[in-house]
């Protein structure tokens, strides 16, 4: 559609119009500048400019037409909303158009919105606004729609006048309610409007587990979440852990058909609504606020941009909204936005950078992973220099090259990645990066195996592997050896002290005392920490030999199975099957390991430094209650419980080896009814399927088992 000048040319006058002011005379130009942008990102998931950098711009245009309404277009960029439409899923109208945010940067834009909803709604400029401050959830949309309190349809946001239909994807999803209550209140049809998410920590695992299959990875948690509510399969919606907070209403009909939203009164209202009828919404003094004016709602809208990397979902920025509903109304909405909310946008996370170089360093195992020495760039409020690039096939895919103007990103505390290169802006002078054929370090030449991805030095006792085997064995998850870290391994290796595991053991700490920076104290510290970790159960000892793929969990269920970590030596494939979730490749990497005499030598070594090699108590797993009373059975308690609070009745039913379920469904297979039990009992009576029973019956079986 463009060709390269053309794209070099439109990157170029991006650049100088987000640098200078417009004229109007320019804004047929900007127009085609946003279409090329917005096609760059739609069409070819390709942007070449970051995120903001898109909204600066198109809050320019804005402002023009703003100024000179006769001047807008019907095709202006203005004119429609984004779009995320495919033809995988049925598209469904909405009851009403789903809108899209203005954008606000600073304390100065906050201002002058406040201003002018003033001006619009024609209130004195000394009378303060209410507002109510949400965190601008960074995952997809979804609108669901309540039907005689039964969820009837599920849609995500689409082009904001048609989405695309998922319902059963959004059944999936636990915090969903599939019914609730809004009869009791008067309402007959409703539609509520939220964000879809998963956790920072759930897309860590979900990439990690990717990765481990060999699929593409998701760039970041949003990705995850869309593609996740996408899925053909909803049993695969399901695994991916996902979340929906809801947090406005859209409509809210009475049996006649009547809009009741005036009942409703405040937004802060509909939250505590939504959350009494079992929604997850955004919870006052963790994530909403109520400010009584514009100078309260920037403190805390700059209080969340500090603490944003701290937050367990990824946020792009808060949302701003009028709490009285009344006066959304009377300010009203633009084809685009409403004008009772705006969005405060956060510190940029992408930013564009030179790669100047590539290093190549060696791990526990031997993997060699390139890492990117870029020019420094600020993103979110921390400084970037190097960038893993993961594997050669990774620097292929994105056709990397030194010299390369990458766009860099880093979403929250998630590791800073780079999303792409900018081919456009090559001039010719960038290099492909040769993958190196020799180590870095001990210059053995590397081999590739078979189905993995990294390149590897084979060579066990190259000095970077020996060094990051040390640094695995202390770390947290593995032997966890309180203070003792990389940068003490890295000196007392430069020492001579360190040159295997079993060296750790051997440390002579008078001599470690008289270093610099050291002291008796430290020394102490360090070997009474040491004495400690030698008492570890063997699952984290099994666990810091660096055995590649053989993580916490494996190593975990491997240790329950043995008497002594030597009992390895002796084991066959055919052992190793029986341990449901140990598969054949971590397998043959354990029998491998303990096949080498080295390694055996070594253990025998350690074994006679104190380290504990026999199996504890720690190492066995909790009795599995498979043949509980009430395995597999999921279960609710509803009314008034006499003789036991609820928690402790739902702990009791867990230790009973149920589930405890959050709603009557056809899937719910006892209800435990206490006093005053209302619609779930009788729901669960029409159902027909579930058992009943009383708190007595209840008491009763708890003290059987
Ligand atoms: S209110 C018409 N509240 O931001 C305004 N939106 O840029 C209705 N979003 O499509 C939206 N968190 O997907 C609202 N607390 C929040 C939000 C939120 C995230 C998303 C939403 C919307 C987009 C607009």
Not at 188 to 197: A, D, Y
Not at 314 to 319: K, T
Request: hydrophobic share 40%; glycine share 6%; net charge negative.
């Amino acid at each position: 559609m463009y060709d390269k000048s053309q794209e070099l040319d439109l990157y170029n006058t991006s650049k100088f119009f987000l640098a200078n002011e417009i004229t109007i005379e320019d804004v047929e130009k900007l127009r085609t500048i946003i279409r090329y942008h917005e096609w760059k990102y739609y069409i070819q998931n390709d942007p070449v400019i970051s995120d903001r950098e898109y909204d600066q711009l198109y809050k320019k245009l804005e402002a023009i037409e703003n100024a000179h309404p006769e001047l807008i277009t019907p095709d202006s960029p203005t004119q429609r909303v984004s779009d995320d439409l495919t033809s995988d899923f049925p598209s469904v109208e909405h009851l009403t158009p789903m809108l899209s945010l203005a954008n606000s940067y600073n304390a100065e834009d906050l201002l002058e919105w406040d201003e002018q909803i003033k001006r619009v709604a024609s209130i004195d400029a000394a009378t303060p606004i209410e507002y109510v401050v949400e965190p601008k959830f960074d995952g997809g949309s979804i609108a669901l729609i309540y039907e005689n309190d039964y969820l009837v349809r599920a849609a995500t946001r689409g082009n904001g006048k048609e989405g695309e239909e998922m319902t059963k994807n959004a059944r999936s999803i636990p915090s969903i309610p599939l019914t609730a209550n809004f009869s009791k209140l008067g309402y007959h049809k409703v539609e509520i409007r939220g964000e879809v998410l998963i956790k920072k920590a759930v897309f860590q695992q979900v990439n990690a587990e990717r990765e481990a299959e060999g699929l593409t990875l998701f760039a970041n948690p949003r990705n995850a979440a869309t593609g996740g509510l996408r899925m053909k399969d909803a049993r695969e919606t399901a695994k991916r852990q996902m979340e929906a907070f809801m947090y406005q209403i859209g409509v809210l009909l009475n049996k006649e058909g009547e809009s009741k939203l005036n009942e409703v009164k405040t937004q802060s209202g509909s939250i505590s609504m939504l959350a009494q009828l079992g929604f997850k919404v955004p919870k006052a003094e963790q994530e909403f606020k109520i400010c009584a004016d514009i100078q309260s709602v920037i403190d805390y809208c700059l209080a969340w941009q500090e603490k944003r990397d701290t937050y367990e979902y990824e946020v792009d920025g808060m949302v701003v909204k009028v709490n009285d509903l009344a006066l959304q109304q009377r300010l009203g909405v633009t084809s685009h936005h409403p004008r009772w909310a705006i969005a405060f946008k956060f510190r940029a996370k992408q930013a564009t950078s030179k790669l100047l170089n590539v290093e190549f360093q060696v791990g526990k195992i031997g993997s060699i992973t390139p890492v990117a020495k870029i020019e420094p760039v600020a993103l979110a409020g921390v400084t970037v220099s190097s960038i893993s690039l993961h594997n050669e096939e990774f620097i292929k895919s994105k056709d990397i090259r030194l010299g390369d103007t990458v766009l860099v990103e880093r979403a929250g505390d998630v590791i800073p990645y780079i999303v792409k290169t900018m081919e456009t802006l090559r001039d010719g002078s960038e290099q492909v990066i040769e993958f190196p054929k020799n180590c870095p370090v001990c210059q053995t030449i590397l081999v590739k195996p078979e189905n993995e991805a990294a390149w590897r030095c084979p060579n066990y006792n190259c000095e970077a592997q020996v060094v990051q085997r040390m640094i695995h064995h202390v770390s947290k998850n593995a032997m966890d050896i309180d203070g003792f870290g990389k940068s003490y391994i890295e000196r007392f290796h430069q020492l001579g002290w360190l040159n295997n595991l079993s060296d750790i053991y051997t440390l002579e700490y008078e001599k470690i005392a008289t270093l610099e920076g050291f002291g008796k104290k430290s020394a102490e510290n360090l070997k009474a920490a040491i004495e400690k970790a030698k008492k570890n159960p063997i699952h984290r000892l099994l666990h810091s030999l660096s055995i590649h793929h053989l993580g916490q969990k494996a190593s975990k269920l491997i240790a329950a199975e043995i008497n002594h970590v030597l009992d390895l030596q002796h084991w066959t494939l055919e052992d190793f099957t029986h341990i449901k979730d140990i598969g054949p490749v971590v397998a043959e990497n354990v029998i491998a390991f303990f096949q080498i005499p080295e390694n055996i030598a070594l253990l025998k070594k350690m074994e006679s430094l104190g380290v504990n090699l026999h199996q504890t108590n720690e190492d066995k797993p909790k009795a599995i209650q498979k043949n509980a009373p009430l395995s597999g059975k999921t279960i609710l308690f509803t009314g008034t419980l006499q003789s036991i609070s609820r928690k402790e009745a739902q702990e009791k039913a867990e230790a009973l080896g149920a589930k405890n379920a959050s709603a009557v469904s056809s899937k719910l297979d006892i209800l435990v009814v206490g006093e005053k039990a209302g619609s779930k009992l009788k729901k669960a009576q029409e159902i027909g399927t579930i058992q009943i029973l009383t708190e007595e019956d209840f008491i009763n079986m708890i003290q059987q088992n």
